[in-house]
């Protein structure tokens, strides 16, 4: 059985083309992205021929796509690493911590922005 936490709600008015979720799994996963992250609201749309979703996260983060996400309740104990901030923005707002959802620890971790031109400056 798969374990779904309640989203928070959309804070936009579009039925007609935008159908938030109102739960789904704790973790997601963005193929094109370093970290794992907690989603916050998840919803669909409808605006062009084919659906796509939106993500939002509990560090802000956003993504939105089609085929590039996978949504999972727990995490493998060696992979990639599970975001910080959207972890202690979970916490913070009362949700279950990662450790206690995935029954061992899980690490986490950030990115950092490193410049790389002008280092003689």
């Not at 999972?72 to 992979?79: E, Q």
Request: aromatic letters at 8%; glycine letters at 6%.
């Amino acid at each position: 059985m798969m374990l779904k936490l309640p989203l928070k709600p959309s804070r936009y008015k579009r039925e007609d083309y935008a159908f938030p979720w109102a739960s789904c799994t704790p973790f997601v996963d963005n193929k094109l992205a370093q970290l794992i992250h907690r989603p916050m609201r998840v919803s669909t749309y409808k605006i062009h021929t084919t659906p796509h979703i939106s993500i939002s996260n509990w560090c802000g983060n956003t993504f939105s796509g089609d085929n590039k996400f996978t949504f999972m309740d727990t995490l493998p104990m060696n992979g990639k690493l599970l975001c910080a901030r959207c972890e202690a923005n979970a916490v913070a707002a009362g949700l279950l911590s990662a450790d206690e959802i995935a029954g061992h620890h899980v690490h986490q971790g950030k990115l950092i922005v490193v410049k790389t031109c002008c280092k003689g400056e």
